[in-house]
């Protein structure tokens, strides 16, 4: 059963930084692309950012290009998202995600002063 959990958010001011986590389990995960996808309230799924299975290629959303980096540890199962110069905007719920569209429960991330 995939299983994927995420970590790391909570409440920071303007211009500050997160790094949330994504422990997975369930699957192999060293074989598999990896997303971030995030919602906002009251909008639909954003996709915010990708890493392929060996971590040699990554693409971000450009709402988040130059501030947010993907990064996986294939020994740890692990997926994360160092995000840096966070704005208001980027409030919403962040989730770990397959391309099949499973995901986890979701951490939530709220901007604000």
């Known amino acids: 059963e995939v299983q994927l959990v995420e970590s790391g958010g909570g409440l920071v001011q303007p211009g500050g930084s997160l790094r949330l986590s994504c422990a997975a389990s369930?699957?192999?995960?060293?074989?598999?692309?990896m997303n971030w996808v995030r919602q906002a309230p009251g909008k639909g799924l954003e996709w915010v950012s990708t890493?392929?299975?060996?971590?040699?290629?990554?693409s971000y959303a450009d709402s988040v290009k130059g501030r947010f980096t993907i990064s996986r540890d294939n020994v740890k199962n692990t997926l994360y998202l160092q995000m840096n110069s966070l704005k208001p905007e980027d409030t919403a719920v962040y989730y770990c995600?397959?391309?099949?569209?499973?995901r986890g429960q979701g951490t939530q991330v709220t901007v604000s002063s």
């Open positions: 369930g699957f192999q995960f060293s074989s598999y692309d």
């Open positions: 995600a397959l391309n099949s569209g499973a």
């Open positions: 890493i392929v299975w060996g971590g040699g290629s990554t």
